[in-house]
């Protein structure tokens, strides 16, 4: 049976390529004299590892078509590297596959709240989320964050977030997203699987309508012992809203970051749900 005929997810046929890539001793180690060395030269390479040079170069032609290996310079002076991104999206992607084993399934049920229906976002859904993403960014409210995403972005993140920390999003009568939250994982050691971090985003000309509140309620719904946020002592919305929904100061990170040529500082706050 050909991959596309068991119609992968666009992250799980990336990772299936990425997985074929590795699934090889001596490129497997390649990768890991790479990643040790952080650049070699075929030759450095040669030296180190009982491979033909044909074969070698078969295997860094493999690894470079896969991404996980990228290049510059030319002849003897090409270096060979490791793109850690690629790297980094194949562990997100299994760790999601890990979570998702270990899901909390059924928590996440469609609701209607207030004339608004929450549901589980899927990957129609990846061109809205990153509309009203992108919103906050430019408004400079609500994240550090200042690269805009696209679609494409918002699909791979998507497919990388397990049942556990699942994105939700809150859509009108006729179907449009007017704004999302996530669960993201707050720490990956076990001691801290029952804390968990979250993003809140609604639509522009949609704040102030009661969608943050719908969206938060349902995200304090999915089971975990206590929900914590990193927020701007500027965002009066959001403050009021967490601080409405019970959530307390821990504290402040002064000049947490720099925006604009600005510093900023950002409020921690915390709330047990028992
Ligand atoms: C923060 C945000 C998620 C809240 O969602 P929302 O749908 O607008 O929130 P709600 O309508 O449920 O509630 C907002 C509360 O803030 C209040 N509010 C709105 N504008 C306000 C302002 N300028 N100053 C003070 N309070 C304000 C509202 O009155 C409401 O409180 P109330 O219900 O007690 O009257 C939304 O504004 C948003 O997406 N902002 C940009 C992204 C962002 O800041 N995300 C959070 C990052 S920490």
Not at 4 to 13: D, H, K
Not at 74 to 88: A, M, N
Not at 226 to 233: D, G, I, N, S
Request: charged share 25%; with cysteine; glycine share 10%.
């Amino acid at each position: 049976m050909k991959q596309g005929e068991l119609a992968l997810s666009p992250g799980g046929v990336r990772a299936v390529g990425l997985l074929r890539a590795l699934a090889n001793p001596a490129r497997f180690r390649i990768v890991e004299l790479l990643a040790e060395r952080k650049d070699c030269t075929s030759a450095q390479l040669a030296e180190e590892l009982p491979l033909a040079q044909s074969s070698l170069f078969d295997h860094l032609a493999a690894l470079r078509e896969s991404g996980i290996v990228g290049t510059s310079g030319e002849g003897p002076h090409r270096y060979y590297t490791i793109e850690p991104d690629v790297l980094d999206f194949l562990a997100a992607y299994l760790s999601g596959l890990g979570q998702r084993t270990r899901s909390w399934s059924g928590l996440v049920a469609a609701r209607e709240e207030g004339g608004m229906r929450i549901r589980e976002a899927t990957a129609a859904d990846a061109a809205a989320i990153a509309t009203i993403y992108n919103e906050g960014i430019a408004d400079r409210v609500a994240t550090l964050e200042t690269e805009p995403r696209t679609a494409e972005e918002r699909a791979a993140w998507l497919a990388v977030h397990g049942a556990r920390y699942p994105v939700l999003v809150a859509t009108d009568a006729d179907g449009t997203v007017a704004g999302w939250g996530a669960l993201n994982q707050f720490n990956p050691r076990p001691a801290y699987d029952h804390v968990v971090d979250f993003s809140l985003y609604v639509a522009r000309e949609r704040r102030g309508q009661g969608i943050g509140d719908a969206l938060l309620r349902a995200l304090e719904g999915l089971g975990f012992h206590k929900m914590v946020l990193a927020a701007f002592p500027t965002n009066k919305p959001g403050l009021r809203l967490y601080e409405r929904h019970g959530f307390t100061l821990v504290g402040i990170y002064r000049e947490q970051g720099m925006l604009d040529g600005r510093w900023v500082d950002t409020m921690v706050m915390e709330k047990l749900l028992g």
